[in-house]
Every structure is written in C-alpha cells, then in structure tokens.
Nanobody, 127 residues
Framework: QVQLVESGGGLVQAGGSLRLSCAAS????????MGWFRQAPGKEREFVAGISRSGAYTYYADSVKGRFTISRINAKNTVYLQMNRLKPEDTAVYYCAADSSKDWGGLSTGLYEYDYWGQGTQVTVSS
C-alpha cells in the first residue's frame, strides 16, 4: 500500500505557473503508474495527466496539452505536475493517484483504474 501527499497548490494569476508535487510513502513509487486529476466545484473529477511506471510514457487531457507537464523521479518517490500558462478554468482541487495494475510501460486515464489517492491540493487561478 502507498500513501500520497500533494503539495504546491496556491493562488496564482492567469498566465502564471505552479508546480505540484506528490510524495509517496509506504510502497516504492516505481510500483505504480501515476496520474493527476482535478475536481472543480460542482463538477466531476477529471483526468489531467498520466505517466507510466518507467516515466517514459505520458498522456494529457486535451485541455492541458502543451501547458502542463507530468514527470516523476522514482528515486525520490515523487511525481510532479508543472503547470504553465494557467487559466481561470484550471481552478480546482488537484489530486494525485496511483495505479498498481500496470506494467512498466502502461499508464491509466480512467478514474476507476486508480487504487490510491491523495487528499488533494487547491489551485486557484485569478483572472
């Protein structure tokens, strides 16, 4: 089992940047494909980005492609989400999640594929 803790959220103006971190404890992070999701008030939780266990493969939602970058350093048990050119519509609680079912090159985009979730970190983008 793995425990996930997100950090790095905050208030930023439109056009600005933030970097979210997800620190894992318990089982080693390299055992999991990882993902970032977000949930805005009144909306369903949605996929943002995913990364394979190896870090070689990534996938992004169309809404963030070209602006967000997911990465991981397995030796540090940490996953990152670099968010650039932020927009007010990016405002949400951001969650990292771990999927234990994928092989070294696989990744997940579906909410229900993930086994473990962090508590979330708030990102607010002002216009």
């Amino acid at each position: 089992q793995v425990q996930l803790v997100e950090s790095g959220g905050g208030l930023v103006q439109a056009g600005g940047s933030l970097r979210l971190s997800c620190a894992a404890s318990g089982r080693t992070l390299s055992s999991y494909a990882m993902g970032w999701f977000r949930q805005a008030p009144g909306k369903e939780r949605e996929f943002v980005a995913g990364i394979s266990r190896s870090g070689a493969y990534t996938y992004y939602a169309d809404s963030v492609k070209g602006r967000f970058t997911i990465s991981r350093i397995n030796a540090k048990n940490t996953v990152y989400l670099q968010m650039n050119r932020l927009k007010p519509e990016d405002t949400a609680v951001y969650y990292c999640a771990a999927d234990s079912s994928k092989d070294w090159g696989g990744l997940s985009t579906g909410l229900y594929e993930y086994d473990y979730w962090g508590q979330g970190t708030q990102v607010t983008v002002s216009s």
